[in-house]
């Protein structure tokens, strides 16, 4: 039973577009939702998260909007870079067990 | 710091056979986890450790194996390999305050043929 639903599996833009990726949850007791970024070869990094008392996070170029009422939240990469194309995994956790629960992740491409 | 370190970086086994994956980390993070990514089903929890001597099974722990005899280490062995455990492999810490903060290491990709 996949607890984290990410959407799309893959992404290819333009430079300069707009990507975003869309995560959707059932527990609510998750209070804690995190995205990673993956580059080929290396391991996941944190990249931004948010509580679900914020409705929206910005970190640069990088927003993640909240939906609490929809159970869902999602990535947006504003004036896409080539050096962003990475695999993007949203993810969940609660306060109570500390093992956040991982979408499938997004490949996404962003072309020069 | 050398965050989390893992080793080897690259395997191949052949069915049948067992080895141990490495991991050790020096920021002195309480929690320590094994995932396994393979396309299309993104990051599976394998086994977890909250502290040394004290780990858990995660979603897909079947065919490893896992200890904790100190905080800096958390070693995965395979018992006998198959080829449904090719993957990449990757190890991951974390404090107990900001347990939702995972730290990966560079993952080791295994090839069971």
């Known amino acids: 039973q996949q607890q984290v639903k990410q959407s799309p599996q893959s992404l290819i833009v333009q430079k300069g577009g707009i990507p975003i990726i869309n995560c959707a949850y059932e527990n609510t007791a998750f209070d804690y939702f995190p995205w990673y970024q993956q580059f080929p070869g290396k391991g996941p990094a944190l990249l931004i998260a948010?509580?679900?008392?914020?409705s929206e996070k910005k970190e640069g170029r990088f927003t993640i909007s909240f939906n609490k009422s929809a159970k869902q939240f999602s990535l947006h990469i504003m004036d896409s870079q080539p050096g962003d194309s990475a695999t993007y995994f949203c993810a969940a956790s609660t306060g109570g067990s500390y093992i956040p629960t991982f979408g499938r992740g997004t490949s996404l491409i962003v072309h020069p | 710091n050398a965050g989390v370190t893992q080793t080897p970086k690259f395997q191949v086994l052949k069915t049948g056979q067992s080895m141990t994956l490495q991991c050790a980390q020096d920021m002195n993070h309480e929690y320590m986890s094994w995932y396994r990514q393979d396309p299309g089903m993104g990051l599976r929890l394998i086994h977890y450790?909250?502290?040394?001597?004290?780990?858990d099974q995660g979603e897909v722990p079947n065919g490893y194996n896992v200890s904790r005899s100190t905080t800096e280490d958390f070693p995965l062995r395979l018992l006998s390999a198959a080829p449904s455990q090719t993957s990449v492999y990757f190890c991951?810490?974390?404090?107990?305050?900001?347990?939702?903060?995972?730290?990966f290491g560079p993952g080791t990709r295994l090839t069971v043929t």
């Open positions: 450790s909250v502290g040394a001597g004290i780990t």
């Open positions: 948010i509580r679900p008392d914020v």
């Open positions: 991951a810490s974390s404090t107990g305050i900001q347990a939702y903060e995972q730290y």
